[in-house]
């Protein structure tokens, strides 16, 4: 029959026996530094690899999710570099009039492949459209540009940043403590009752 400890893969450290401890001799050797069960090893060598099994699974799990960080900043990354594409685009597009952030303006195509800004839209147009359409864009404040599907959310998120930026500032900004709530009665009611005790305690010292 096989010796349970060594057909047992992990091997376990123990600590090294020592019979002179900072220079003292030990009583009895074999009591402080004798082997322990078999059993015992084996359980400790289960142990160590159920130790081992979590250290991988735990690391494995992290790089799970720093290689789903990864494909995220690899997808916002292409996503930046269509967007720089088609802003560069649209900049130079053909446009007889000086643009304005804020103002939506209409894209369209002539036959000879030139493609050029108008501030008409197609129902303006009417029936007498004389180029395709390609779409509209808004030109937002930064100099980039929106399409007229996403101008609703991203005005939407816009907003957001400018709460969080007032709100931020609100806070930097204040210089008193912040008494919101309190009315003046409130305070006045406050001092009144303070004074009345203040008064109580005179009178009974000087019943005294």
Not at 34 to 50: F, G, I, S, T, Y
């Amino acid at each position: 029959m096989a010796d349970p400890v060594r057909s047992y893969e992990t091997k376990v450290a123990l600590v090294e026996s020592n019979s002179r401890p900072d220079g003292h001799q030990l009583v009895n050797t074999y009591m402080t530094n004798r082997n322990a069960d078999p059993m015992d090893l084996v359980e400790l060598a289960r142990q160590v690899q159920k130790a081992d099994e979590f250290t991988k699974a735990t690391c494995g799990s992290k790089l799970m999710v720093i290689a789903d960080q990864i494909r995220y900043l690899q997808e916002q990354a292409k996503k930046v570099l269509e967007e720089a594409k088609r802003d560069a685009m649209l900049h130079h597009a053909a446009c007889n009039l000086v643009k304005k952030p804020g103002k939506i303006y209409y894209l369209y195509e002539r036959e000879s492949g030139q493609k050029y800004f108008s501030l008409l839209s197609p129902e303006e147009w009417g029936p007498s459209c004389p180029h395709d359409f390609i779409g509209a864009f808004k030109l937002e404040h930064d100099m980039s540009w929106t399409p007229h599907e996403h101008i609703e959310k991203r005005s939407q998120d816009f907003a957001l940043i400018d709460k969080v930026m007032n709100a931020q500032n609100a806070i930097i900004d204040a210089e008193a403590p912040n008494f919101k709530g309190l009315t003046p009665s409130s305070r006045n009611n406050s001092s009144v009752k303070l004074l009345d005790v203040g008064e109580s305690d005179a009178s009974k010292a000087q019943g005294t």
